[in-house]
């Protein structure tokens, strides 16, 4: 198990299309995390999983957004309707329950939305 | 709420010269964890340190060095001697143990000049 892994790495769509994220986080990490990061800014938090619960969503996640962990394993996070302020870099992340354990980031996916 | 300010947005240096990034938090949580993390052109998180709250001692690894003040809620990053590869953006981030995520600063890009 080499890390947190996301996929694509780059994904280029047209307005108003649907794309779909996956993260596949450690393997023995419970807890799940998506964020996303514009341009010049820092990482914001959109949503969080502990096994397939998904306990807690920002407001930033309009209802255009889902994300899922059906069997507490892989992440997939959904955009419909795809609108240009959602490029941005989407980040996943996953860490032990414990919460003296730290936080491994995947390398994103990279949004265009054209 | 909790809240994590980083004042310098850029700051430019000659290669071999010290640099001092600050970090000032703000959070109610008597239990949290501080955070330095590197983001290099390539775009992944590169987890640099985690710091509890009951552990103020200072902390060097190589040319890294960090500077926990509670008093002043501040989390200062030093890199001595430092070199072109340094060049990154440095986010410092903070969770709480009332708040199951990170909330990261808006990030201080570096530029190490040759």
């Known amino acids: 198990d080499t890390g947190v892994s996301q996929d694509p790495r780059h994904k280029i769509t047209k307005r108003g299309q649907n794309v779909t994220f996956r993260c596949d986080p450690i393997?023995?990490?419970?807890?799940l995390y998506w964020y996303r990061q514009t341009l010049g800014q820092g990482p914001e938090f959109l949503t969080y999983?502990?096994?397939?619960?998904?306990?807690?969503k920002s407001r930033l996640l309009s209802d255009r957004f889902s994300a899922e962990r059906p069997k507490g394993s892989f992440s997939t996070l959904e955009i419909q309707r795809t609108e240009q302020g959602d490029s941005a870099m989407y980040l996943c992340?996953?860490?032990?329950?414990?919460?003296?354990?730290?936080?491994?980031f995947g390398s994103g996916t990279r949004l265009t939305v054209v | 709420a909790q809240k994590v300010t980083q004042a310098q947005t850029e700051i430019s240096v000659v290669e071999k010269e010290d640099v001092t990034l600050d970090c000032v938090y703000e959070?109610?949580?008597?239990?949290?964890?501080l955070f330095w993390y590197k983001q290099p052109p390539s775009g992944e998180l590169v987890f640099l340190i985690r710091?509890?709250?009951?552990?103020?001692q200072n902390e060097i690894s190589g040319r890294y060095s960090w500077n926990f003040q509670k008093s002043t809620s501040s989390f200062n990053f030093t890199i001595t001697a430092s070199q072109v590869v340094d060049s990154a953006v440095y986010f410092c981030?903070?969770?709480?143990?009332?708040?199951?995520?990170?909330?990261f600063g808006k990030g201080t890009r570096l530029h190490i000049l040759p």
């Open positions: 981030a903070l969770s709480g143990d009332r708040d199951d995520k990170i909330i």
């Open positions: 393997s023995e990490h419970n807890r």
């Open positions: 710091r509890n709250s009951f552990d103020e």
């Open positions: 959070t109610r949580d008597t239990t949290y964890y």
């Open positions: 999983f502990q096994n397939e619960a998904q306990l807690e």
């Open positions: 992340a996953s860490r032990a329950d414990r919460a003296s354990e730290g936080y491994t």
